[in-house]
Every structure is written in C-alpha cells, then in structure tokens.
C-alpha cells in the first residue's frame, strides 16, 4: 500500500511556480495580503479615482468666443464690410462651484471610508483562511498517526494469519479498518492542499508548501460590552462611511439649490465696420464697443421635482446610518456571544483530555498487539482519540476564529 506521505508532496508540485512560502509565519502571511492581493490592490485606485474627481470638480465654466462676418451687399451696392467678435462668459450667483468640489470631497470621502472597511473584512477573512487551514494541518496530521497505527497492526495481523498465530477475521478487520483509515487521510490531505491555495489567493499568488502551527495571536481589548459597543461606533469604517453619506446628500441638496440660482452671462464685443461708399447712404469706417448681460428666465425653478428628491436623499441618508449604527450593535454583540461560547467550549477540551486519549489509545494498542484485548477495543480507542482529537483542534481553532470576528466587528 502506498504510503500517505508520498501524496501530499505530489499534490504540492502543481504549486511550483511563482515564490514560494514555506512555513512562514502569519504576520509575513498578513504583510503579504497587505501588500499583494489583486483585490485589495484594485479597490485602492478607487480612492485615486475620487481624487482625480475632486480635482475636475474644481475647473471653472469656459468662457466663449465668437467671430462673425458680414458683408452688406459690398460689391453690388457698396454699403461696406463689418467684422465682429465678441466673448462672454457666464457664472452662477449660487456659487455652484463651490457646491460641486464640496460633493466632490464627500464623495472621495466616503470612497476613503469603503475601502478601510473593504480592508478590514479583507484581513478578517484572511485570518479565517489562515486559521481554516491550520486545522486542516492539523487534523491531517491526527488521521496520519492514526493511519500508521493502524498499518502496522494490519501488517502485524496478517503475519500472525499466515504463522497460524492469530484470527483470520481479526486480519481481514484490521486491514478493512486501515484502509477506512487511508481514505480518511486522502480526504484531509486534499481539505490541507486546498486550504493552502486558498492562502495563495489572499496572499496574492504567493504560494504555500506549509504552514506552522503556532497559535495566532488576536488581541482582544478587556473592556465591558458597552464599551466594546461605543469602540465599535468609533472605529467602524462603514459607519463612518454612512455619516459621510449622509453629508454627502446634504451636500447634493446645496448643489441643486445652488444650481437653481439665477445665472449671469457677461459679455464683450468688438466689431469693424468698412466704409460705406453708396452715394445715397454714404458712412466712413468705424470701431465698435459692445458691454451686455445676460440674464436667463428660470421658468425651471418652478418645477420642485429635483429639490423634493434632493430633500427626500437627506432623509434617506438619516436612516439608512441609523440602520448601520444597529447593525453595528447587534455584529458586536453577536460576536461577544459566539467569542464566550467558544471560550467555554475550548476550556473543556483541555490538552489533558486529548493526552489521556492518547494514552488510552497507547495502551489499549499495546494490549492488543500482546492478545490481551480484542481488536474491537482497540478500534474504539482509536475512533474516541481521533474524534477527541479533532474536537479539541475544531474548538482550538473556533476560540480563534471567534476573536477574528470580535475584532472583526470592533473594526480593529
């Protein structure tokens, strides 16, 4: 039978390319999600992107330039040339553009806000994928033990079948049970392969021959909950990103106010005019200066239709950070709760429990192997250690992901 160790680095080989980790720990496992995940590094050009938004938003309205021509019969009748041009330019009484780079700055602000929270749910699934595949290390390496163990008795059996100093059933068993075992072990050598690629997606391609197994440590700040509740309102990005929101409707009800001003055109003009040399009309050359304004009747304002959906927007923006608040207070507390289970349940599977199954495993093997106890007991020693076993990984593993989520929902 072949042996379970030969697989796992032939499942690694497909993983060649590109850098490698080997073994690192999770702080250069984090630095690499920081610094190298596609996602993340896609996200940030939005805040590029507003930036440059607030910068268009700053340019002032072009002003206008027109040349005209005009030719009064010259050849036929003689009444002369005339050149003309004129430049206008028109502004908002409102100060729309003060409006617009002030909508323009709420809304780089709120993208600023979306990808720190963006960050912040990026890390806390990393750390899960991280831990996700310590356990799934973990665990492989209980089904190993337990699959050479129970090889070795298999092969031990079937020896004494052959010597016609033991049971032919016991060896059939034995040999049923390790192989049960293998199949076990090819199930957590794929679960471990798989969760190592998954690392490689956070850690943007970098890929993963293993991982240690020391503990990661999350820091929990010792506060009561109510505290934790008002760290939370302080610190959560997508809150901040609500209040923003909420501003940034305010502001867009300014905009329209202010677009709803009356508007000024200034303009000024030149024009030339040739002699006229009809003998009816007859007029020399002269220059001319022209000073206008321009003001446009705002029959639109009388149509509220924009100002209502405007105002409608600031109400909306007021729940809608009303609901995030809420559901900020019930994330925490729902954490706080699923933290302290998994604290309880992590106390009672103790590092004790899992040495005594060990060692029941120990000796109910040893008396097996001297006839002093059946296969049967044996197999149960087994299945108790390797369900003890994955217990205790399962809830060592849960205690930690259950204070990502913590710091998670505190916005940490």
């Not at 392969?193 to 929990?220: C, K, Q, T």
């Not at 202010?258 to 009809?278: D, K, M, Q, W």
């Not at 060692?359 to 040893?366: G, P, Q």
């Amino acid at each position: 039978m072949k042996k379970i160790s030969s697989l796992l680095p032939a499942l690694l080989c497909l993983m060649c390319s590109g850098a490698v980790l080997h073994a690192q720990d999770y702080t250069a496992y984090m630095k690499a999600v920081e610094q190298r995940n596609a996602a993340y590094l896609a996200e940030r050009y939005n805040v590029d992107v507003a930036e440059a938004m607030t910068t268009a938003a700053r340019v002032f309205n072009d002003p206008s330039l027109s040349v005209a021509y005009g030719n009064n019969q010259d050849w036929s009748l003689q009444m002369g040339q005339s050149v003309e041009a004129e430049l206008s330019y028109g502004f908002s009484l409102g100060n729309v553009r003060r409006a617009r780079i002030n909508v323009a700055r709420s809304e780089e602000d709120i993208t600023r806000a979306a990808v720190e929270d963006w960050f912040r749910n990026l890390k806390a699934d990393a750390t899960l994928a991280w831990l996700s595949a310590q356990e799934a290390r973990s665990i492989l390496e209980v089904k190993r033990s337990s699959y050479e163990g129970m090889r070795q008795v298999a092969a031990s059996d079937s020896l004494k079948a052959v010597l016609g100093d033991g049971s032919q059933v016991d060896a059939r068993q034995s040999r049923i049970e390790a192989q049960a075992l293998h199949a076990e072990c090819l199930s957590a050598e794929a679960d471990y392969v798989n969760a190592l690629h998954e690392l490689s997606l956070y850690a943007g391609g970098m890929r993963f021959r293993d991982i240690p197994d020391a503990d990661v440590a999350v820091s929990l700040p010792a506060l009561p909950a109510q505290e934790l509740l008002d760290l939370a309102l302080e610190h959560r990005a997508d809150l901040r990103a609500a209040e923003l929101s909420r501003t940034l409707s305010e502001r867009n009800l300014a905009l329209v106010k202010a677009s709803r001003a009356p508007e000024i055109e200034l303009n000024a003009g030149y024009s030339y005019n040739t002699e006229v040399r009809n003998e009816i009309a007859p007029a020399p050359q002269f220059h001319g200066l022209s000073v206008g304004v321009a003001v446009p009747l705002k029959f639109s304002r009388l149509n509220r239709g924009e100002r209502l959906a405007a105002e409608r927007s600031v109400l909306q923006a007021e729940a809608a950070y009303e609901a995030a608040r809420q559901q900020i207070v019930s994330e925490v507390r729902q954490a706080l709760v699923s933290w302290e289970s998994a604290t309880r349940v992590a106390q009672e599977c103790s590092d004790s429990m899992l040495e005594d199954a060990a060692n029941i495993l120990a000796s109910r093997r040893t008396a097996y192997l001297q006839g002093d106890s059946s296969l049967l007991d044996y197999l149960m020693a087994v299945r108790v250690y390797n369900d003890t076993a994955e217990q205790c990984i399962s809830a060592k593993a849960g205690l930690a992901a259950a204070a990502a989520e913590l710091v998670r929902a505190l916005g940490l």
